[in-house]
């Protein structure tokens, strides 16, 4: 996923605040860009033309909205939130987040099993996934990487590109590195460690989507830990670039759906997960941006399937570092990783 935008502040939000919204209304957010165009055209588009309700937008991106949705937790003004750092984890054990009932998705016995866990607990289910794997310049390496210690090759060094765990992306890229290194959750030194090794060899650091396009396009870029999605973005603009998805594994960042606890219109609500859900919007996801979906009856075109993490098989090489982890760790492991880099 390119990590979508940041919040637009200020005016969406103190309007939307100030608005009370009638029963045939839905109040949702979402991430701005191309992802909110996609979103309009893959599931709120189709939602408004089945049921004749409006949908309230506003654009912003998890943390913010989360950060709203515990201000308003006494009077909850969104219906429906997506989250793709893990979000729902937290707000479904705060009660922020209300259980969903699966006897009203059509589309629920569809999901992957991971893909529709806890959604009696309040947590939504993923819709999409942006897969974190290898992204290689196809003209200057002959042969793909294969596993996420190719990174650490001290040939491949002077064209690496390392993302900044400031990034979303950069975080679940680094875990990874750190686990096929032999860390964990609980040690992160092996990875900053490698990370060190790779500095010192001629790697550099970078710290938005923007920046490696750059790298790639102009400093003679030849591997970097990203997104599936973004993958994409690169050729779309005349790059070279493949995505690999790693035999050892391929972090997930899960975008999810969630239903907000407090809110009168459930049934409403109900039914614009189901679509969210549906293969029909997922694909339409694949297509648009290349997000992996999550439900088992989606049919990609070959060369949409060729740019995501596909199939059972695949899907099942997913992992999902605890987000609860990651949040309660981040301090901690920037001030580390600052250090790290700073050498």
Known sequence: MTTPGKLLAGTALATFAATAAPAQTLTINSFGGAYEEAHRACVIDPFIAETGAEVQIVTAYSADAFAQLRAQKDAP???????SGG????????????PIDASKLSNAGDLYDFAGA???KGEGPAYSIAAIGLLYNTELLDTAPTRWADLTDPALAEGLVITDISNGYGMLGFLMLNQAMGGSLEDIQPGLDAVAQMLENGAIVVNTSPEIQQEFAQNGAVIAAYASDYAYTLRNAGLPVAFVQAEDGTPASYITVNLVAGRDNTDLAHRFIDISISPEAQACFANALRYTPTNRKVELSDEVAADVVYGPDAAAGMIRFDPTVIEAKRSEWVDAWNRTIAK
């Open 77 to 83: 003004q969104f219906d429906i939130l997506h989250f």
């Open 87 to 98: 979000q729902e984890i937290v707000g479904a054990a705060e009660g922020l987040l209300a």
């Open 118 to 120: 806890n959604m009696e």
